[in-house]
């Protein structure tokens, strides 16, 4: 059991107080997301979608390409000509595709914007997890603490005939599995700890520093303010902008029965009279029969455009009830953790008062040993309490389009995405 405790808090102590290169990054979420978002493939990915479609912005107004006819002749042949020949669209299809390639430039902007909001919530669970794993680790280290203090005293008692064989035994099996505890959360620590330092794309060597306490993130909102935000998420902006598209597409579909202007340098040399011909000449070309093939998929593109529009109100609808069931419970843990945190700093007091009053005999050893773990279980669950507050916090930011809180870093920002 020595080696146990021994152990135990040498590992404790290792996580909890050495600092390295680079800790400072984790003590600060604000810092933390921003080191993830740096280096995230899905954030990459994002920015390379992003950076493919302004290409497609700036080919989206070109016209066709010229083409040059060369002629080479062979037999009884009159003439070889050749000619350059240049078409250009002139029923407005450069401008709708400027128009359709803008909108889905401005998707793929807003897409990434919603990767960039849904990789922060993750990193800044996984930040949470790391300040849970430590406060549940202090107090582990705390309750061993006071069971080795508590042990002196019984054992103290016990030499000098004040308790029994019995109850000084009791004492050291307590003690006993409170080290097993400060293993366990120790353990469950360093979990925590390598998971934050995975995440972000540092080494697994590195330290992490102890993280400030969080604070709500969203203190002033309502379930009105929440509900309305939903629309404004850059999810559901994204898939607005991807349906205008659409109706532009369609557009340009339509335009597939417009005029199109065409201009052509010619030069022929006729084999019979030896003479050459050369000049230009401008057309005007269009489509004189397609049997409905045109307005059919022009009806056809119009009609998916229509269903995406409805995928549109769909997802606000689903994402508005998910809000609603999500503040309620929020409101129920707002609650709670008030409670818990009246409730935890009152057995604080209690703890502190029966490891006293035992060491003076004044208490027996099951009020002593009743008193330390009803502190124990109020602090973890005002902590599980806090988990879960701070959880559906995050919930409601990644579910709405609420403004992402400053302490959290400017996540929707997005930095400038060419290579």
Not at 374 to 395: G, H, K, N, V
Request: aromatic content about 8%; hydrophobic content about 40%; charged content about 25%.
């Amino acid at each position: 059991m020595v080696l146990l405790r021994r152990t135990s808090w040498v590992l404790l102590w290792f996580i909890l107080f050495s600092t390295g290169v680079g800790a400072d990054t984790f003590q600060n979420p604000g810092d933390y997301i921003a080191a993830v978002l740096n280096q995230h493939p899905a954030v990459l990915k994002g920015r390379k979608l992003v950076h493919a479609a302004e290409f497609g912005v700036k080919g989206s107004t070109l016209q066709p390409n010229p083409t040059v006819t060369l002629a080479a002749t062979a037999g009884d042949a009159g003439e070889s000509s050749n000619a350059l020949t240049q078409n250009f669209e002139i029923s407005g299809q450069p401008k709708l595709r400027w128009k359709q390639s803008t909108a889905e430039l401005e998707a793929v902007k807003n897409q990434l914007r919603s990767t960039r909001r849904e990789i922060a919530a993750r990193a800044y669970r996984s930040w949470l997890s790391y300040w849970q794993a430590r406060q549940l680790a202090e107090l582990a280290a705390l309750r061993s603490n006071v069971f080795l203090e508590v042990s002196r005293a019984a054992r103290r008692r016990y030499e000098v005939g004040e308790i029994s064989q019995n109850e000084s035994l009791r004492v050291e099996l307590a003690a006993a599995q409170s080290e097993v505890a400060l293993s366990k959360a120790a353990a469950d620590l360093e979990a925590a700890r390598r998971d934050l330092l995975l995440l972000s794309g540092v080494g697994l060597e590195e330290d992490a520093a102890d993280p400030v306490d969080p604070v709500p993130l969203l203190p002033d909102c309502s379930l009105e303010a929440a509900l309305e935000a939903v629309p404004r998420h850059p999810e559901i902006v994204a898939m607005e902008l991807q349906e205008e598209a659409l109706g532009f597409a369609s557009e340009l579909i339509g335009k597939e029965r417009g005029p199109t202007l065409g201009f052509s340098l010619y030069r022929s040399k006729l084999f019979r009279t030896s003479g050459v011909e050369q000049g230009a000449q401008l057309s005007l070309s269009f489509p004189l029969l397609d049997w409905g093939r045109i307005a059919n998929r022009q009806k056809e593109a119009e009609e998916r455009a229509g269903a995406y529009a409805l995928s549109v109100d769909e997802a606000v609808l689903a994402r508005r009830q998910e809000v609603s069931r999500t503040w309620a419970n929020l409101e129920a843990a707002r609650r709670n953790k008030l409670l818990l945190e009246t409730q935890a700093a009152r057995y604080d007091e209690l703890a502190r008062e029966s490891k006293v009053a035992y060491d003076l005999g004044m208490v027996s050893l099951t009020d002593a040993l009743q008193t330390e773990a009803s502190f124990r279980d109020a602090r973890a669950e005002l902590l599980e309490a806090q988990m879960e507050y701070f959880q559906l916090e995050l919930t409601l930011l990644e579910r709405t389009g609420l403004p992402w809180p400053e302490s959290l870093g400017p996540v929707e920002t997005l930095e400038h995405t060419y290579e």
